[in-house]
């Protein structure tokens, strides 16, 4: 479902993100792993069609997003780490704008707006503007347009930020739903409990580099550590991270 | 919902209809006041207008037919000024919407095509840089239809709205084609490219300006042939194949009673404007997403900025003050000069004021008569005064609301929140007493004024420079929008009105009671040295209440700002 070909994305003369080779397939939940400044957000709007790649190709659904965009945002959702929301107009009337963006059917947007607004228990506030919103609020609004029309890849950044332990629960719900559902889902995450406890597969990004990806029990291989994906986290980037051995005048390489 | 146009068309009728009823429920006398504002400039621009077709028809020394060519030359005069600031305010507008602006991050990852989010964007832009040109360019046309020779038929004032839209797609094109083709080609030198563009049409602005004096001079200034030149100086501008000669001729036409030609002009006006938005939007098609790529990775991944050169010049004014007021002043001009979209329009400003002072400086040359150097020297401080107000309201009001959401990190230091108001107060004071002094000195010594006019004028700029500070420092504390982000959105927003009214009536007490009574003397007595002892009683008793004026609009905007400020919670 979702394709990253060799992506590579520079800023300028500055690499962020180096020869990215993943394929996820439909219905699996993937985190992305990494600590600030990996890559992994500017990985993300590649896949949303905002940055184009600098080498390479990323494709969704088999459409290649520089080539034929409109068809590949079509089946995307993104929520970003600070979601955009008309603040002057009210949750129902954002949903409303959602539903007609993706030329939803009448009765069919009515029905699925309902049910978003019970699944996210909107109703106290869906008709007050987003404007008079708390982070949570915004949050759950933000979500329930995302999956208003049942979108093919679900690309979340974030989510957890500022939630309640209540809204945390009802996310991860959400997000397991959506992959029974079929849909594919990529999530990036700076909490480790809820990629452990909901992925399929993890990648573990640093430095723009690819530098683990699999089952959790594969990246403990990987690693040569049986501990929680905490510990595999912070052993792979620690590693990545360790200066190269210095060099001696001859130019050969000092033994560490 | 199919046609993405519709969506948004009902998205801003929505966006338009919650943010009314919003201002009407929370207070209606916002509105009201915005509303009356409006009407007192446009009423007062419909009289200067009136007064001046109706003085160019019937002076003795002009009498110029209304319906004639040089009229025409006069309107293509004005859409060629409009057409210029129009492109200059659409490119700024767009850049920051189209490159900068949430809401287009969050379209551009839905599948609603690129030129549907630029002609969505497009058109906010338009709507929003011209709605000014309305407001001045209405009464002017209106007008004109009164006092053209028969009054113009009724279908001069339908069709006058119809030119006026199709004419804002050309310059709204050309500014929004400016700007796809500079964050396109040039992502790295945008900067660069935007301060030659600017510095380039000033610069042409100038060698014209010189030209036409040195004409004027050979011709006699003031009389009809002089005039006459100077409309024939723009009558390049009336080439067959300029937009904005349809435009005025199309308007002419209309008040002719010649509904063929001005139907004709109608069809051209729209017909190439049409297509050059069409052209700019099938551009924006291939050219959007990949400007928007660019500008967000054309340079470094994360840019350092550090100190500049005009930081430490600005701090050597400054040492008056200890440390933490100087670094709140330095903050506010790092975040003033890193926004391309700010000084971009502080260089329209300089423009606009080196064309003045520029031509004071050929009156200077001219050997014009003593009642015309007076007028002209009253005018040209009227001139410096609205700059400051302009510039103080647009620049300086925003600076407290634009704090915004990240408030709380002043709100919390340890310092008081006076000092916060101060900071902006200097800064603010220091630029115009600055600009404002050296502009109004130049100018009347240029002129040949009296030592006292001089002072008068001096002391009339230094209470408005402080004046205007006050009010936009004070009111930007009592009325903020933290929610905006955009600081021209802040200025004419319902505080900004405000201050811009309260500004005015400050800058007609300060100049009617400082610069008048002086300015009256000076008129009245022959010689150019006036004796302290031969002052009249009047000029001792009208002076106090200007600068009590200027005192209070300082004091008591900052009090009740201050107050407000500290009751603030973050």
């Not at chain 1, 034929?68 to 002057?88: C, M, N, Q, W």
């Not at chain 2, 767009?94 to 551009?108: D, I, P």
Request: charged share 15%.
């Amino acid at each position: 479902m979702i394709e990253l070909i060799h992506v590579s994305k520079q800023y300028g003369n500055k690499p962020a993100v180096k020869d990215l080779h993943l394929t996820i397939p439909k219905g699996e939940l993937f985190a992305f792993l990494g600590p600030n400044g990996a890559g992994k957000t500017t990985t993300i709007k590649m896949m949303c069609g905002l940055l184009f790649p600098t080498f390479g190709a990323i494709r969704i659904a088999g459409f290649d997003l520089e080539t034929h965009g409109e068809d590949a945002r079509r089946r995307i959702s993104y929520v970003p780490d600070t979601p955009f929301l008309y603040e002057k107009l009210t949750g129902r009337e954002v949903l409303q704008f959602i539903a007609d963006m993706y030329h939803m059917p009448k009765e069919h947007s009515a029905r699925r707006i309902q049910q978003m607004i019970d699944l996210f228990t909107l109703q106290p506030f869906v008709d007050d503007l987003t404007q008079n919103y708390s982070h949570g609020m915004r949050q759950r609004t933000v979500f329930a347009a995302a999956l208003l029309h049942e979108p093919e890849v679900l690309i979340v950044d974030e989510p957890t930020v500022g939630l309640d332990p209540r809204s945390i629960r009802l996310l991860k719900d959400v997000l397991r739903a959506e992959t029974k559902r079929g849909a594919t889902v990529f999530l990036s995450t700076h909490s480790l409990d809820i990629a452990q406890e909901l992925s399929d597969r993890i990648g573990v990004i640093h430095q723009g580099r690819l530098i683990g990806c699999g089952t959790l029990d594969e990246l403990r291989h990987s690693a040569e550590l049986h501990g929680t994906l905490e510990e595999v986290f912070l052993k792979m980037t620690e590693e990545e991270q360790k200066p190269a051995p210095a060099a001696t005048p001859e130019g050969a390489f000092a033994p560490a | 919902m199919s046609s993405p146009a519709l969506l948004f068309q009902n998205l801003r009728w929505r966006l338009f209809r919650n943010a009314l009823s919003v201002l009407l429920s929370q207070s209606w006398w916002r509105v009201a006041t915005i509303a009356y504002s409006c009407a007192l400039i446009w009423a007062f621009l419909f009289a200067v207008s009136w007064y001046g077709f109706h003085q160019l028809k019937t002076q003795p020394t002009w009498r110029i037919p209304l319906n004639g060519t040089l009229i025409e030359y006069l309107f293509d005069a004005f859409f060629f000024t409009l057409t210029i600031l129009l492109i200059f305010s659409t490119g700024i507008i767009l850049y920051s919407s189209l490159f900068a602006s949430s809401e287009t991050g969050f379209l551009l990852s839905t599948p609603i095509p690129d030129d549907q989010v630029f002609s969505y964007k497009f058109q906010g832009a338009v709507a929003f840089s011209s709605w000014a040109f309305v407001l001045l360019g209405s009464p002017l046309l209106l007008a004109y239809g009164l006092e053209v020779e028969g009054i113009a038929p009724w279908y001069y004032y339908a069709v006058v709205p119809l030119f006026f839209l199709g004419f804002l797609l050309i310059p709204g094109s050309i500014g929004a084609l400016a700007c796809l083709f500079i964050v396109n080609l040039l992502p790295r030198l945008r900067k660069q490219l935007l301060i030659g563009l600017i510095a380039l049409v000033i610069l042409g602005g100038i060698v014209w300006m010189v030209v036409w004096i040195r004409q004027a001079r050979e011709l006699g200034f003031g009389s009809r042939t002089w005039f006459e030149s100077l409309l024939s100086e723009v009558g390049f501008l009336g080439g067959r194949l300029v937009p904005f000669h349809w435009v005025s001729r199309g308007i002419k036409y209309a008040a002719m009673r010649r509904p063929d030609l001005m139907a004709y002009n109608l069809g051209l006006v729209w017909s190439y404007g049409l297509f050059a938005y069409l052209v700019t939007v099938w551009l924006a098609r291939k050219f959007y997403r990949r400007g928007y790529n660019r500008m967000a990775s054309g340079g470094a991944l994360r840019q350092r900025f550090g100190g500049h050169w005009l930081d430490r010049l600005l701090t050597w004014p400054l040492f008056f003050l200890d440390e933490q007021m100087r670094m709140l002043i330095v903050k506010d001009f790092r975040a003033f000069r890193r926004d391309p979209a700010q000084w971009a329009q502080i260089l329209i400003f300089l423009g606009i004021g080196t064309f003045y002072f520029l031509l004071m400086r050929r009156f200077y040359e001219q050997d014009i008569g003593r009642s015309f150097k007076i007028g002209i020297s009253i005018l040209t401080l009227i001139a410096t005064s609205f700059l400051m107000c302009a510039y103080t309201g647009r620049f300086i009001f925003p600076m407290l609301s634009l704090e915004g959401t990240k408030f709380w990190i002043l709100g919390l230091l340890p310092l008081d929140r006076s000092r916060l108001m101060m900071g902006k107060f200097i800064f603010s004071v220091l630029g115009c007493l600055l600009a404002g002094e050296f502009l109004i000195v130049f100018s009347n010594l240029m002129l040949g004024m009296a030592w006292l006019v001089v002072v008068a004028h001096m002391l009339a700029v230094g209470l408005l420079a402080v004046g205007f500070s006050g009010l936009s420092v004070g009111l930007g504390a009592v009325l903020p929008n933290f929610r905006e982000t955009d600081p021209s959105k802040i200025a004419v927003g319902f505080g900004g009105t405000v201050n811009l009214i309260a500004g005015l009536m400050l800058l007609g007490v300060v100049i009617i009671t400082v610069a008048g009574p002086i300015q009256l003397l000076h008129a009245r007595t022959p010689e150019t040295a006036i004796p302290i002892a031969e002052i009249p009683w009047f000029v001792w008793v009208s002076l106090p209440i200007g600068i009590l004026a200027g005192g209070l609009a300082t004091w008591y905007p900052m009090r009740i700002g201050l107050r407000n400020l500290r009751a603030m919670e973050f």
